[in-house]
């Protein structure tokens, strides 16, 4: 499958809202997720809530190079951020805040095509990012060039997560 990649301000990720919680939905329903849809509902209503109060905010969505323009090409990926303050506590990293491809893509490369097209855009230095602590997330960051700073369990919630810095 070939795809091509385009950055997204803010703006344009609010008008993909529904097309970014369809993606999140078929995402987060598999593993290690397992989240049911409204947790994509919530992912992306966050994730939209925080681009319209940043300037900062970054994003690049993969979509299907089938011969049509972005609006009506199919979304195959997402990924988002911004440098904020929330992971490290004091100094501000870039926070890649979002990665997700669809199911039936994952595997061709796309999610590391997003991830260092929003790297390259969105930091000049190091990075931050939460996920959860499952081998399946943790090493592929690895792979990616991350490594492991900081084990938490945000409150209310049952699973452990990591932070993870690339420098």
């Known amino acids: 499958m070939t795809y091509r990649l385009a950055l997204l301000t803010a703006a344009e990720a609010v008008r993909r809202r529904e097309e970014l919680i369809a993606l999140c939905a078929q995402a987060f329903a598999g593993s290690p997720w397992h989240e049911p849809p409204l947790g994509a509902v919530r992912t992306v209503d966050r994730l939209l809530d925080s681009a319209a109060r940043r300037d900062d905010f970054c994003a690049a969505a993969a979509y299907a190079?089938?011969?049509t323009d972005d609006a009506d090409?199919?979304?195959?990926?997402?990924?988002?951020?911004?440098?904020d303050t929330a992971l490290s506590g004091d100094?501000?990293?870039?926070?890649l805040a979002e990665l997700v491809v669809a199911p039936g893509c994952q595997g061709q490369g796309i999610g590391r095509s997003l991830h260092d097209g929003l790297l390259v855009v969105g930091s000049p230095g190091p990075a931050l990012l939460m996920t959860l602590d499952v081998p399946e997330l943790t090493d592929r960051y690895a792979r990616w060039g991350w490594t492991v700073v900081d084990r938490r369990r945000p409150a209310n919630e049952q699973r452990?997560?990591?932070v993870m810095?690339?420098?």
């Open 165 to 167: 810095r690339h420098a």
């Open 65 to 67: 190079d089938d011969g």
């Open 73 to 83: 090409a199919a979304l195959l990926g997402f990924a988002a951020g911004w440098t």
């Open 91 to 95: 100094a501000p990293f870039f926070e």
């Open 160 to 162: 452990d997560y990591v």
